[in-house]
């Protein structure tokens, strides 16, 4: 079963509007990280917050983190159409000493209209 | 982009054949791992490697078996094919030390008819 799930599933704003994505899971994590991918191409690192970590920010985008709520939510400001793309949120549940590995989830597909 | 290769990039197979994958790094990281990828399943981890011939499943490894005999080759194999194998299969190593992020290869799409 996947850890993570992305929400909504699928969304379309203009060029310039912000575009928010949310992810819940269901276990404790080690990090979160969101991952971006354009149509046929392998998925691209964009961030990883730490579960010690609420807020991050990289460029136009920005990441928090609830881990009482077990969700986090990416944000993209001033959106660009060259940012339309498939967007992934995955969770390392790693227990201390145990190997790492990242649980994805379905994705959200984000159209954003120039 | 981190070097990563897929091979091959595309491959249209017959049900029952046997079909490997190969991946191949020029980081010399130790993680390494395969996924698929399916609509509405998103990527789900098939098997991954801690290093040379260490290896542990994920969570959809039946019907797929994987090799690591050196740090840089790390080779999926469906022994016997079948059609709901058909996805895009993608090979991803992990950043060193406290670099915990993946790069992903070009991916396989691979058909079993």
């Known amino acids: 079963s996947q850890q993570g799930e992305e929400d909504p599933q699928a969304l379309s704003i203009q060029e310039g509007e912000n575009a928010t994505m949310n992810c819940s899971y269901k276990?404790?994590?080690?990090?979160l990280q969101w991952y971006r991918q354009n149509s046929g191409r392998g998925l691209v690192h964009l961030i990883l917050?730490?579960?010690?970590?609420r807020e991050k920010h990289s460029g136009r985008l920005r990441v928090t983190l609830d881990t009482s709520k077990k969700s986090s939510s990416l944000l993209i400001t001033a959106s660009r159409a060259a940012d339309t793309a498939s967007y992934f949120c995955?969770?390392?549940?790693?227990?201390?000493?145990?190997?790492?590995?990242?649980?994805f989830g379905k994705g959200i597909t984000l159209s954003v209209r120039p | 982009d981190a070097g990563i290769t897929q091979s091959p990039r595309h491959k249209v197979t017959e049900t029952g054949t046997p079909v490997t994958l190969r991946c191949h790094q020029t980081?010399?990281?130790?993680?390494m791992y395969w996924y698929r990828q399916d609509p509405g399943h998103g990527l789900r981890l098939i098997h991954y490697?801690?290093?040379?011939?260490?290896?542990d499943k994920g969570e959809v490894s039946d019907g797929y078996s994987v090799s690591r005999s050196k740090t840089e080759d790390f080779l999926l194999t469906l022994e016997s094919a079948t059609s709901s194998q058909t996805s895009v299969y993608f090979c991803?190593?992990?950043?060193?030390?406290?670099?915990?992020?993946?790069?992903f290869g070009s991916g396989t799409q691979l058909s079993v008819l």
């Open positions: 980081e010399n990281h130790r993680y």
């Open positions: 490697s801690y290093g040379v011939k260490d290896t």
């Open positions: 991803a190593i992990r950043g060193q030390g406290t670099n915990e992020k993946l790069f």
């Open positions: 276990t404790s994590i080690n990090n």
């Open positions: 995955a969770t390392d549940a790693r227990n201390s000493g145990a190997n790492s590995k990242l649980t």
């Open positions: 917050i730490r579960s010690n970590e």
